[in-house]
């Protein structure tokens, strides 16, 4: 019933029931004339469908807003289908909800067991340390970056190409690189052997499989600051140099022409950008499962361990603790942008 | 002074970015590499013709992850294109919440959904298929795809499109000689982009393909996890390949002015 009607609104897009094209007219009648047109049969479509069309407006169907609609709706049923049903599901069996399967009253104990064990809140812990010191270090880094490279200097074009490097690089690939050059016996630490600061491989700082998962933030700084940096760039490049000029006349010094001047305007797409980072490095799992320790690690680790588990009782934590991952990141989100409008209201 | 300055910051730039992918390199054609040399001791091509075998399952993986990226994308742009178009282009009642929907799934984390969904797949035969695993790349795949054409179709001008209408021409040959060419490097960029948020998928295809879809991350993912260096190396190379080749492709629009990276800074 639908579809018929979706054809016919697609077909009369291209010609108004009454109407034909130029083509379809005999060369008579293109002698007499477009007045001996007006008398022409409808359009075979309009007639077929006819009764569809009294039994629904046919004004509302040709209208914009009903295409609008027509055009968001597989996008959007793909992802109320996979994304909100797959959200809605997780909630239902981190309440012990499930009527197909018989679970019909839900319960709160899942929250209540995770939210009263200590490892939780040491995970926690953990992953807002991870999330915000690489969001953070990446800002500043890529801020330091794009200004180096704004300028043209010899070789400049290489340079902004090679930075751009591990812009498409999976993240796995960077992980394997950082475990070649940061383990006990890898390649910084053979680096300092040759500078003589260590005899041993064990002299070395241990920086992969550690607690603090130095080798986790290094794999999201090396992804994240030339994400962040081309931004970066691309607003200063857009910017010109005119504001820190007349702030220079005016009195400025470097520190305040960054301040006061260049600071404010790239603070948008920072912000943005920093809150896209933050969200996909709290969420994400597989490098601080590579190169953490098994425990403690971070939430989505721990998410995913309890999920894997043999005892099927763990699924149900796994999904509440998957919630209390998804509502700190929303919260989070939301602290961020309110942050960032009233830093635009100030500018 | 400042020249000897921006010298070396440019110069550990560039050894920062590159060391992680040259030592992967090396080790790829290292035969043995003790503590505490700097170059191999040995060279051998052990990890390439053990990538070769039939028996490391490299060739089965990257063939599946090269027609699981592919029908991503073809699927992202048969769905995502009419709505990226009404996006960038319309202004209509509810429009904010149709925005913040399609770009949720970038923010919320993928893990946390196919977790939930899992249940369901498994109810409806779609786990452990290929089917199943295109459809929760979507997830992540083409709220990204949509965001990327929305803002290439903000600066899109309809004027050439009803034009060509007046003229005559029906909407699938105005789509194909006036909006297609129009949009083909926005379009270009944006699939591209897509093809890789497919191909670095590695949890999702892990739990909903179960292990039946082998994809190349997880031929990589244990290779790194045990430290065998070589073979890491080696998978890793393959795997970065189309990436590489790719950004060669985009960088021209990948600069300052692009529509990509455009997108990212008006979310």
Known sequence: MFLPICVNVWLHRSRPPGTRSLADLSAPELAEGVESVEGAEPHVEAVKFAPFVKIFDYQMLRSESFRIWLMLAPALAIIVLLFVGGVFVGLGQSLDYMPIIGLETPTARHYLNILTDPDFYTSLVLTLYIALTSTLLAMVLAIAVALLLRRHFTGSRIVTFIFQLPLPVPHLVAAAGMVLLLTQSGLLARLAHQAGWLEQPNQFPVLVFDRWQVATILVYLWKEIPFIGLVVLATLKGVGQEYEEIAQTLGANRWQRFRYVLLPLLMPGLITTGIIVFAYVFGSFEIPLLLGQRYPNVLPVTAYRAYIDPDLNQRPESMAMGMVITVIVIVLLNLALRFSRRIRQEG | MNRFLRGSAVTILIVGVLL???????????????????????????????????????????????????????????????????????????????????????????????????????????????????????????????????SVFANYATEFEETARTLGADPLRTFWYITLPTIFPGLTVAMLFTFLVSWSQYITTVLIGGGRVVSLPMILFPFISATSHANAAAVSLVFIFPAILILILTSRTLGASSDAMGSIGRV
């Open chain 2, 20 to 150: 992680p992918i040259l030592s992967q390199v090396i080790w790829s054609f290292a035969g043995s590499w003790f503590f505490p040399a700097l170059w191999p001791q040995q060279w051998g091509v052990k990890a390439w013709r053990y990538l070769l075998s039939p028996s490391s399952q490299v060739g089965v993986a990257l063939w599946n992850s090269a027609l699981l990226a592919c029908t991503v994308v073809g699927l992202a742009v048969i769905i995502g294109l009419p709505a990226a178009r009404v996006l960038g282009l319309h202004h209509f009642r509810g429009k904010q919440w149709v925005t913040w929907l399609i770009t949720a799934p970038l923010f919320v984390p993928t893990l946390v959904v196919i977790m939930g969904i899992h249940i369901l797949f498994i109810r409806y035969n779609l786990a452990d298929t290929f089917m199943g695993v295109v459809l929760v790349h979507l997830i992540p795949a083409l709220p990204y795809f949509i965001l990327v054409m929305s």
